[in-house]
């Protein structure tokens, strides 16, 4: 049977419930303009997920040195911005993330030069660098775009000059 955590967090990414109107005030209080719009225009459930790792990053840097840092609950809101080029519903994300851990670290950049499905595939599984890009072009704090670049690769952190803790708990966050 699977873990309860993983049937949790499927039951949940099946749910197309929009983030309240009070989220939607907070999102846009810590956003730039230009990051709220790219924001606005994410499906239902990604909006819904990144207000949620905001409010856990929030919660877990409370009693830490970056209390109050506005800067890493932007990231936290931004991480996964860049999914939106991808287009790819519930199944296709499924299939995106089983082609990546069958064709290995090398292959994204080939599939999303590609056409049709390949392409969606590859560009999904780039969605950090992607999403990186997106953020710098919308005039957002550079330790969003380095966090949305890799916040699927944490052997870069320390090369990036990332606290540890504060890696550990915006990842944590990440992990319903
Ligand atoms: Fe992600
Ligand atoms: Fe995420």
Not at 2 to 28: C, I
Not at 130 to 145: C, H, N, T, V, W
Request: proline share 6%; hydrophobic share 40%; charged share 20%.
């Amino acid at each position: 049977m699977a873990a309860p955590h993983l049937v949790r967090r499927f039951t949940r990414s099946l749910s197309r419930r929009p983030p309240g109107a009070a989220d939607v005030e907070w999102v846009r209080s810590l956003l730039t303009p230009g990051e709220f719009a790219l924001w606005s225009r994410l499906p239902n459930q990604d909006r819904s997920h990144s207000v949620r790792v905001a409010r856990r990053t929030e919660a877990a840097l409370a009693s830490t040195p970056w209390a109050g840092d506005r800067v890493w609950l932007d990231a936290a809101l931004m991480h996964d911005v860049g999914k939106y080029d991808a287009g790819l519903g519930l199944y296709g994300r499924v299939a995106a993330t089983l082609c990546g851990a069958v064709g290995g670290p090398g292959m994204p950049d080939a599939w999303s030069g590609r056409g049709g499905f390949t392409r969606r595939v590859g560009l999904y599984l780039r969605h950090g660098e992607i999403g990186a890009d997106m953020i710098r072009l919308a005039g957002g704090p550079e330790q969003s775009a380095v966090w949305a670049a890799a916040h699927h690769h944490p052997d870069t952190w320390a090369g990036l000059g990332l606290d540890p803790q504060l890696a550990r708990a915006l990842d944590a966050a990440d992990h319903e």
